[in-house]
């Protein structure tokens, strides 16, 4: 860049995955293959229907609006945002203007990007239903009314940020306080999480508190993975640049473009001047109503701890690594996991050895959640148990975790059925010893306590007879004492 | 005709005397609505196979009735007289009309409404015009246009309606029948064909009130679909029907009411406010005490146009479904904006559209603050001049439009900028929820005219014993359409 710095402003849309019901029909809030599985006529608009607010999707939005340390309105009201689209079957989305007062407003996010604290205003937040979803053919289109009708959160920040790392850094703060929140998984492989960004460019000596020195904004929409916001600014980035340096840039107005992955560019969608006017106005089906002050109480009350301070507790209270605790909090899912764990009675550097290690590279490679994930917190203290016991060496312990997953069995089972149990009973290692004495005479005669190297040949022995299953360590001890009483 | 001129009590009666059966009154129904078909044009469907119910203790059990036809009504079709859904067969009830079944009414036709509720005159149904059973030559004013037309011509005791302006009250008035449209959200509106959310009411037109009251206690009653509606399980309208109302307290308003308001009045307007009088002194002998007030003239004239803004706003964003993506015949085109507007083009009347580019106009950013907010406040200054009057009042008691029935062909009748306040100020029944009800008071030039009474929210058992009571002094309940 060198020469320019660039404001840039998200809008992200989160699904809220976690209620019931959707946020104005009693249609199933859940995600589904099977298209048009979870709907009822107020998800298609059919004539007569009409929208009852689902409670539940508000007291999440406005954790949400809390966690954000934004204002919550007096009065919650929805407001109908008119425009003709396929996937919008009413003709209207129901949603919050900035007028009336949405959910949320002003309120601030402070977060992590590359080791240094980064403070970022949020605008807004807003309660809306989602849009159906459609998928385009050559020469039809199908419609897929499931997603209609969703809850959705969309927040909008103040152009506080500066590069797409921020970008990157801030939304993945928001997944993990959504997912903390327990208000969604948030998940962009599911359609849960969508972006629109916007990227303006100023000169780097020019004053940025004085907003006529932003730049012309650009919004680019339909973003719909973290590395798509990154690629999506950093492409934007670069062509406003060129237009800079190339004289152009004072031409280009301001207009809504479009991110096309497959070939990483943006591409012009329409100008300012052509903007849709939604002739937003207050649903009328839906009485304004009161947010008691003992209800917002109640909920701020109930908001859980979110990241930053469980990585406080894993460190000061599990006397884990920042290191450690960090990668532990990242997800919530993967902190309860380990929470979980913990609580069974589990030493928790073992298990955060454990969760994230061998746990967290299996489900990457596999591409798995931990709620799908076989290995319970239960077994996996099996598992550690069977280890401190000695039952099992560390090393197999390895081979067990992949047995019990390949298997779908428990620890003891696999342990067991594969005959995995170590021989640590001294009775069965003594006769052993013995017969392995009584085999080998010459290498008794040339023991000698200070040249130890032919105990490894003894050691050898067990292991052929016991295949592998004594415990080395009592093996070696007892072998020791027989030779020592022998050369009395 | 046997039975069907009787009222909802006397069928109940015979019913459980068995005197009749529920067959009989249905066979007789249908038979007067293909009549009724031929000479008024009164409805979209006639349900031939409509089956006799069981007489139970409910007063509606047993006894045929009409749906208008934005009542969505499960495996029957349900057009709202709009070509967009002239095959539309829903997969649900309307709650009240699951409400009317869970009381044993039996259904037999859906009746013809101006389209989607939108007109006053019952010209604009798919189907083709409304024509008054008194007069031929006359509309019967609108939306619930069919409903009105076969109530009055006996075919049954009672059929729903909707009123988003008086589309109840007026139709009812032409036809000389009782229209009733109680408190906003007493009835829950899911499942009726939106025109107005903020405006529209259900309701119905009988000959007698206390039909009406009947009729709305099986209709009414909070229910989880509908946010706007709420819990009237302590009002009985029937049961509050006493006739006691020595002590009430009527006003009529001045602007309204006298004659010196009008420059060039006809005959009908005279005769019709000169029998308005007439009605007035009938309340004085029932012992309520009835006098006038004055309400701002500049205030009464913006009704028509904060009526006109705020509805056609609703409308057009409360129509944007009607696509014929999801329902509805398909629109042709290359792409869905091409195929919406096919659908949409064809499927309206040019009424409609009218309105709905009115409604665009009002809501476009640089247009709402000046129209849409400003007749939002207009509705809300209105609606606290009758709070106000409501403080001292018992009801508001007003002539329903300037005469009777309009002729179809608009030419004979004298248009006359002075009678807008007169024609319009039902729609301030509707901008407050007001509970609401038209009773006939007599007839001017042979043909039927109606008077209103108006009364505050949730004092719907108030409302309907005052009109009640009038009801009594006069000669027209019961009465069925002669043909003048």
């Known amino acids: ?488 | 005709m046997k039975y069907m001129n009787k009222s909802i009590e006397e069928l109940h009666e015979m019913l459980k005397k068995g005197e009749v059966t529920s067959e009989e009154l249905v066979k007789e129904s249908l038979e007067l609505s293909h009549q009724i078909q031929d000479e008024c044009n009164a409805f979209v469907t006639i349900i031939d196979d409509a089956q006799p119910k069981k007489v139970t203790d409910n007063l509606l059990s047993g006894i045929p009735c009409g749906l208008k036809d934005n009542y969505s009504t499960k495996g029957i079709l349900s057009t709202g007289s709009s070509n967009t859904l002239k095959d539309y067969v829903p997969f649900f009830d309307a709650t009240a009309v699951k409400k009317l079944k869970e009381a044993g009414a039996v259904f037999v036709n859906k009746t013809v409404m101006d389209e989607f509720g939108m007109g006053g005159t019952g010209t604009t149904g798919h189907t083709g015009t409304v024509l008054n059973p008194w007069d031929k030559t006359r509309m019967c004013a609108g939306s619930s246009s069919g409903s009105a037309a076969a109530v009055a011509a006996g075919v049954y005791p009672y059929a729903t309606g909707s009123d988003t302006g008086d589309s109840i009250r007026k139709p009812a008035a032409y036809c000389g029948i009782v229209g009733y449209k109680p408190t906003y959200g007493m009835i829950s509106r899911y499942g009726l064909f939106p025109f107005a959310s903020s405006l529209d009411h259900l309701g119905v037109l009988t000959r007698n009130v206390k039909d009406a009251a009947i009729v709305v206690d099986n209709m009414k009653g909070i229910d989880p679909n509908d946010m706007t509606s709420w819990d009237s399980e302590k009002i009985h309208l029937r049961e509050s029907l006493n006739g006691q109302v020595k002590g009430k307290k009527l006003c009529y308003i001045q602007e309204i009411c006298d004659l010196s308001n009008y420059t060039n009045p006809s005959d009908e307007l005279k005769e019709h406010l000169a029998n308005f009088n007439k009605t007035l002194d009938l309340c004085r002998n029932l012992g309520m005490e009835v006098e006038e007030v004055s309400v701002d003239k500049t205030l009464l004239n913006a009704l028509a146009a904060v009526y006109v803004v705020i509805s056609c706003a609703e409308a057009t964003s409360n129509m944007s479904n009607l696509t014929g993506i999801i329902f509805g015949p398909r629109g042709e085109g290359d792409n869905y904006v091409d195929m919406m507007k096919d659908h949409r083009t064809k499927g309206f009347s040019p009424l409609i559209k009218r309105r709905f580019v009115i409604g665009s106009y009002v809501l476009q950013s640089q247009n709402q603050e000046r129209y849409f907010r400003n007749a939002q406040r207009v509705r809300r200054l209105l609606v606290d001049a009758w709070k106000d009057l409501y403080k001292k009042y018992d009801a508001v008691i007003l002539p329903v439009g300037s005469g009777p029935a309009k002729h179809l062909d608009g030419s004979k009748d004298i248009l006359d900028k002075d009678t807008v306040v007169l024609e319009e100020h039902l729609q301030i029944g509707n901008f407050g929820g007001f509970p609401s009800i038209t009773i006939p008071n007599g007839f001017v030039s042979k043909l039927p005219v109606g008077v209103n009474i108006t009364g505050n929210c949730y004092d719907d058992e108030n409302v309907l014993n005052i009109a009640y009571a009038l009801e009594q002094e006069m000669d027209y309940q019961n009465q069925i359409a002669k043909e003048v």
Not at chain 1, 82 to 94: H, I, R, S
Not at chain 1, 460 to 474: F, S
Request: proline share 4%.
């Open chain 1, 1 to 488: 860049m060198g020469k320019y710095k660039a404001k840039i402003g998200l809008e992200m849309h989160c699904e809220i995955s976690e209620t019931k019901t959707k946020v104005f029909s009693s249609a199933k809030n859940s995600y589904s293959e099977e298209a048009n599985s979870n709907i009822n006529p107020i998800d298609m608009a059919f004539p007569g229907i009409l929208p009852v607010v689902n409670k539940e999707a508000v007291r999440m939005a406005l954790m949400a609006s809390m966690a954000l340390n934004c204002q919550q309105p007096e009065y919650m009201y929805f407001e109908r945002k008119n425009y003709y689209y396929p996937d919008l079957p009413k003709g209207f989305q129901l949603t919050q203007e900035t007028k009336p007062i949405p959910v949320g407003i002003y309120g601030q996010v402070t977060f992590e990007c590359n080791g240094k604290e980064k403070t970022v205003r949020i605008n807004n937040l807003h309660l809306e239903e989602d849009a159906a979803s459609l998928d385009h053919y050559d020469d039809f289109s199908t419609i897929d009314y499931n997603r209609a009708g969703v809850p959705l959160l969309e927040l909008v920040t103040e152009p506080d940020i500066s590069s797409a790392d921020e970008a990157v850094a801030f939304l993945e703060h928001m997944r993990s306080v959504y997912q903390y929140l327990n208000i969604s998984e948030a998940d962009s492989k599911k359609g849960q999480v969508r972006c629109d960004v916007n990227v303006s460019i100023m000169d780097e000596d020019l004053d940025d508190s004085d907003p006529k020195n932003w730049g012309t904004k650009i919004e680019v929409k339909n973003v719909n993975s973290f590395g798509g916001v990154r690629d999506a600014i950093n492409y934007e980035i670069k062509r406003q640049t060129k237009l800079k340096e190339n004289n152009e840039y004072e031409q280009m107005e301001q207009q809504t473009r479009r991110w096309d992955e497959e070939s990483g560019t943006t591409i012009y969608m329409r100008s300012k001047v052509d903007a849709i006017d939604y002739k937003y106005f207050v649903e009328p089906n839906i009485p304004k109503f009161k947010l008691s002050k003992e209800w917002l109480e109640e909920i701020k009350a109930s908001l859980p701890m979110l990241a930053y301070e469980r990585k406080l507790k894993y460190i000061n209270n599990y006397n884990l690594s920042d290191y450690d605790a960090s990668i532990l909090v990242k997800q919530r899912d993967i902190a309860d996991y380990f929470e979980k764990t913990i609580s069974l009675g589990v030493d928790s550097k073992q298990a955060a050895n454990w969760t994230n290690g061998m746990i967290l590279s299996y489900l990457n490679s596999n591409e798995i959640n931990i709620k799908e994930f076989f290995l319970t917190p239960e077994m996996l203290k099996e598992l550690i148990d069977l280890i401190n016991s000695k039952t099992i060496s560390s090393k197999q312990g390895k081979e067990v975790f992949a047995k019990v997953l390949e298997k779908k069995k428990s620890p003891k089972e696999i342990v067991e059925s594969e005959g995995m149990m170590q021989i640590t009973d001294t009775g069965e290692l003594d006769r052993i010893i013995d017969e392995v004495v009584n085999e080998n005479p010459e290498q008794v005669a040339a023991y000698d306590p200070e040249r130890p190297k032919i105990l490894d040949y003894f050691i050898g022995q067990i292991m052929k007879k016991t295949r592998g299953k004594a415990n080395p360590v009592t093996a070696s001890q007892l072998m020791k004492e027989k030779l020592a009483n022998l050369k009395k």
